[in-house]
């Protein structure tokens, strides 16, 4: 309990520190938010006033107390450029967002648990060397240029979707996720050889432990030692491994949201920063690095929960 | 495992030397103009005179390709010097003096580690502005953290270790200690970070170039050259395909070699 009291109180003070920095940083850029909203032929009274209003003579820290309590309690402020409230204008683009990433998790669970155990299984067989090779290659395609060629192969070739026409999840659910499914691909692939590439040497790694070996000597089946005994130790870095992974597929979505013209976070995002709508992004930032924060969080107080060595040592020094 | 091994930085070698080459053939001859159109050559197809064709401006796409995968290299370079220089300083000191220099560090560290490094790029080019420069600065500020966090470990493993004691004894300096005498013996661990952090960094510049807030035109980029053929993908892929295997070709090379590299590494 004192470890994940702990490991709670690490998550929040670092929470507190991503908000402060992207607080510092978007009020020490040039430009006057009352400006660019007045535009540059304002008189200087009417900018004045507006400053006044928008609270922007207040000191720094107050105004950042400010902001952050009205941002823990939902309220992100006002668009600039869209002239509404920001969380109504993410709202509805979270579920989007969401259901790709969720769906390129499953992928990687589903798909590099198997092959991770078949390639550690058959270690120096031809399909082993073949999966090496292909999971190399694989992790050298950016997401979007795997977008690309997904696109391609199956929109304009195959046809089995039609490359960007998105239908939203407010119309018909099994064609938005149809469409989503693709998408969540080109964001997995790289992800998937890396789980796969991850998992095969972690297995082989304990494979050799003594306990794998008084296993055997028991009489039990390969597959059973491995499945029972291997793959739940191997299975703590992956778990690390995927909670890290997570961080990258959220950056991964915004890109291949724009390859697959998806009007998801990730394109909010993008519009908001060439329309230097700073709330928007301030908003979106935060919001994303507050998932990635606890996410991790929840990964490492999960791990403990697996593996009580790491909490013995957590407490010992 | 020892052929296996070989293989690696064989094939590696072959491709990132091929890769190189070139680059540096683009720095001394091009064969066209890459910014000069033609409206005949529009989507022109493969030919002798130009060997992947022209894109939609009629542009040399060969030609386009090489400056473009010079401006990839230029800013991953940059990338690594500003990211690995700064993060090997900061992993340095803190690892090696500890205390609540390290603690304070630390903590900013995982602040920005919790965002994505495109993201964080992201927040620096919206307020600097996108270009070949800012591109470099954002990347690098964003690549700091995962350097310093894997220098820092080496240096408090390593400052344990005899010889740095012996060398305390015979009266060395703590800086001549960290740059030294411990900074060598981190290098099997911090060149194939380094060189993994340059396929981050290749792969992070051309996605934002693709979504048009990283090196901007003029300066042609292969991830640029990718979102520009996307409207054009169904009747001519080839235009989209050819700067994307650039894109790709150079970074396989390097993570053969880092891989080989690395496991060269467990092994002494």
């Not at chain 1, 890109?255 to 009007?263: A, L, M, T, Y």
């Amino acid at each position: 309990m004192k470890y994940v009291g702990r490991k709670i109180l690490t998550m929040l003070f670092t929470l507190l520190l991503v908000s402060f920095l992207v607080f510092l940083c978007f009020t020490v850029i040039p430009g006057d938010p009352a400006i660019a909203r007045l535009g540059t032929d304002a008189t200087p009274e009417a900018i004045e006033m507006l400053r006044e209003e928008m609270g922007l003579n207040r000191p720094f820290l107050v105004r950042y107390a400010d902001w952050l309590l009205s941002f823990a309690r939902g309220n992100f402020g006002d668009s600039y450029s869209y002239s509404m409230s920001v969380a109504d204008l993410l709202l509805d683009k979270v579920p989007i967002t969401l259901a790709m990433s969720l769906m390129s998790i499953a992928m990687i669970v589903v798909i590099s648990i198997p092959l991770g155990l078949y390639t550690a299984r058959h270690e120096g067989s031809v399909i082993d060397k073949l999966i090496y090779a292909l999971n190399q290659v694989i992790m050298a395609v950016p997401p979007f240029f795997s977008g690309i060629l997904i696109t391609l192969l199956f929109g304009i070739f195959l046809k089995l979707f039609t490359p960007g026409g998105y239908v939203s999840y407010t119309t018909d659910v099994t064609g938005f996720l149809g469409y989503l499914f693709f998408p969540s691909i080109a964001i997995a692939l790289p992800k998937i050889a890396m789980t796969v590439k991850l998992l095969r040497s972690e297995l082989i790694e304990e494979k050799k432990q003594d306990y794998a070996r008084t296993a055997y000597s028991r009489g039990n089946h390969t597959g059973g030692v491995l499945y029972k005994h291997v793959l739940k130790n191997a299975m703590l870095p992956i778990i690390t491994f995927l909670g890290m992974a997570f961080t990258d597929m959220i950056a991964g979505s915004i890109v291949v949201e724009q390859v697959f013209s998806i009007p998801g976070i990730g394109r909010i995002l993008l519009t908001s920063i060439s329309r230097r709508d700073y709330p928007v992004v301030m908003a979106v930032v935060v919001c994303l690095a507050a998932v990635v924060i606890v996410v991790n969080g929840v990964i490492d107080i999960i791990y403990q929960w697996i593996d009580p060595r790491i909490r013995l040592e957590g407490e010992k020094s | 495992m020892k052929k296996k091994l070989k293989f690696n930085a064989c094939v590696g070698g072959i491709l990132t030397g091929g890769m190189l080459l070139f680059i540096l053939t683009g720095i001394f001859f091009l064969p066209y103009d890459p910014d000069a159109m033609n409206a005949e050559l529009r989507f022109a197809g493969m030919s002798l005179a130009h060997p992947l064709g022209c894109d939609n401006y009629g542009r040399d796409i060969l030609t386009r390709m090489l400056v473009g995968s010079r401006t990839t290299l230029l800013v991953a370079l940059g990338t690594i010097v500003v990211g690995g220089g700064v993060g090997t300083l900061v992993g340095a000191l803190t690892g090696y003096f500890g205390g609540w220099l390290d603690e304070v560090m630390m903590r900013v560290i995982d602040a920005l580690f919790a965002f994505p490094s495109i993201l964080l790029a992201l927040v620096v080019v919206s307020l600097l502005g996108a270009g070949k420069y800012n591109v470099i600065l954002a990347l690098g500020i964003a690549f700091i953290p995962s350097f310093a966090r894997v220098v820092r470990s080496q240096y408090l493993k390593l400052k344990e270790m005899d010889y740095v004691k012996n060398a305390r004894i015979i009266g060395c300096g703590h800086f001549r200690i960290i740059f030294v005498h411990i900074l060598p013996n981190t290098l099997s661990v911090l060149v194939p970070t380094l060189m993994i952090g340059f396929n981050n960094a290749v792969l992070a510049e051309a996605g934002m170039s693709y979504l048009g807030i990283g090196v901007q035109p003029p300066d042609a980029s292969l991830g640029r050259m990718l979102s520009e053929a996307q409207t054009y993908l169904f009747a001519h892929p080839l235009q989209a395909i050819s700067p994307g295997f650039a894109i790709v070709l150079l970074v396989l090379g390097f993570s053969l070699l880092a891989d080989a590299m690395e496991e060269k590494g467990c092994r002494c």
